[in-house]
Structure formats: structure tokens, C-alpha cells
T-cell receptor, first 113, second 114 residues
Framework: DADVTQTPRNRITKTGKRIMLECSQT?????MYWYRQDPGLGLRLIYY???????NKGEISDGYSVSRQAQAKFSLSLESAIPNQTALYFC????????????FGPGTRLLVL | AQKITQTQPGMFVQEKEAVTLDCTYD???????LFWYKQPSSGEMIFLIY??????QNATEGRYSLNFQKARKSANLVISASQLGDSAMYFC???????????FGTGTRLKVLA
């Protein structure tokens, strides 16, 4: 089984709808991240969490919220989806060590109509 | 401010040849880490190689090596003996001490020709 899983893998929604993307990990890592990827822009950080009680905004947090339900679960919500939130969303985890390699989930492709 | 720059939007290489993907970085923090990830057409992000700012030797992982030139602030990825399966998007990323947040470049799309 994959160490970092994301659900759903694909989602189509309409403008104004609230949606939640979920991430679970079995790696035992404290640190979890949400990124979005747009063509030509690389990956940009939305939110990150260093433990269950520590949640921080990334560079593009407007329009998004997160919830860290447990060490292993980190959810991203779009309160009122808009078309420019159409993107590929990645969850990632890291162990909190000096080397700090991040391990990515398979991604969620979101289309907002 | 920290920044990663990948100036090659796309590259071609003949199968079995070596290829270098460029990455330059900017940071004032003396302690940082540099990473390369591969993203095939299926979309997942695959970790390839890591280089720490204090590492004395260039990192190597199988066919991947990182040409780390600290004074020039470059961290180029070298893929030796290219294979068709190497065709993908490649991202350079950096973290600095105390932040543990990744900053990504815009990526280079590599196409290996048979």
C-alpha cells in the first residue's frame, strides 16, 4: 500500500461548491503539506502543519482552509470553489529531520467549472 | 528571499546519452538542502536525489548525480545513459534551515529520443 494516499484522485465540481481533499499517511511523519501545481508555475505551498496543533499558511492560502485531524490525516478544503482553483493538488509528508526529504501523494486533479 | 530558477523549459536527449538539467538557487542562509524530483506523465512526484549545503562531495544515486557548485549557486542534475523511461518533468527544490518549506523551480520537461 502507498505510504501517502489522497482522495479523491479526480474531482469535478461547480463554482461555489465546498469540497474537501483528504490526505492520509502511514509513514509516521509529523510534518504534512498541501501544494498546488499549475502548468509553468511548479508547485506552490498552500498550507503546512508541523504537528496536530501547529498549522501554518503557505504562499497561496487564500480561498483554502485545512484541518489536521490526527498525525496521519491532513485535509484541504475549498470553501467556495472558483475556476482558477482548477489544478493538481499534492499532499506531502516529511520526517522533520535535517535532510527533510518530502514524500508526495499521487495527487488530486481538480476541475472547477 | 529564496528562489529556485530552472531556465530550460524543455530538453531533448538521445537514448543512452547523458543530459544535464540546470538549476540555480538563491539564499542567504548558509544551511540549506537541494532536491530533485521527477514527475512522469502519470503525475506523481518521485524523489531522486538530495544535496546538503555542507556536503563535501556531490551526491550520486545510481544514474543520477548532482553537480553542486556552491560558489556559483548551482545544483545541476546529470542523468547518465538516458532511458526512454526518463522522459518526464524534472523539478529542482530547496529548503533552508528552520523553515523546512520547499521552494520549487518551474521545472524542465525532458524527452528521451529512441
Amino acid at each position: 500500500d502507498a505510504d501517502v494516499t489522497q482522495t479523491p484522485r479526480n474531482r469535478i465540481t461547480k463554482t461555489g461548491k465546498r469540497i474537501m481533499l483528504e490526505c492520509s499517511q502511514t509513514k509516521g511523519h509529523d510534518r504534512m503539506y498541501w501544494y498546488r501545481q499549475d502548468p509553468g508555475l511548479g508547485l506552490r505551498l498552500i498550507y503546512y502543519s508541523f504537528d496536530v496543533k501547529d498549522i501554518n499558511k503557505g504562499e497561496i492560502s487564500d480561498g483554502y482552509s485545512v484541518s489536521r485531524q490526527a498525525q496521519a490525516k491532513f485535509s484541504l478544503s475549498l470553501e467556495s470553489a472558483i475556476p482558477n482553483q482548477t489544478a493538481l493538488y499534492f499532499c506531502a509528508t516529511s520526517p522533520g529531520q535535517a535532510r527533510e526529504t518530502q514524500y508526495f501523494g499521487p495527487g488530486t486533479r481538480l476541475l472547477v467549472l | 528571499a529564496q528562489k529556485i530558477t530552472q531556465t530550460q523549459p524543455g530538453m531533448f536527449v538521445q537514448e543512452k546519452e547523458a543530459v544535464t538539467l540546470d538549476c540555480t538557487y538563491d539564499t542567504s542562509d548558509p544551511s540549506y538542502g537541494l532536491f530533485w524530483y521527477k514527475q512522469p506523465s502519470s503525475g506523481e512526484m518521485i524523489f531522486l536525489i538530495y544535496q546538503g549545503s555542507y556536503d563535501q562531495q556531490n551526491a550520486t544515486e545510481g544514474r543520477y548525480s548532482l553537480n553542486f557548485q556552491k560558489a556559483r549557486k548551482s545544483a545541476n542534475l546529470v542523468i547518465s545513459a538516458s532511458q526512454l523511461g526518463d522522459s518526464a518533468m524534472y523539478f529542482c527544490a530547496m529548503t533552508t534551515s528552520g523553515t523546512y518549506k520547499y521552494i520549487f523551480g518551474t521545472g524542465t520537461r525532458l524527452k528521451v529520443l529512441a
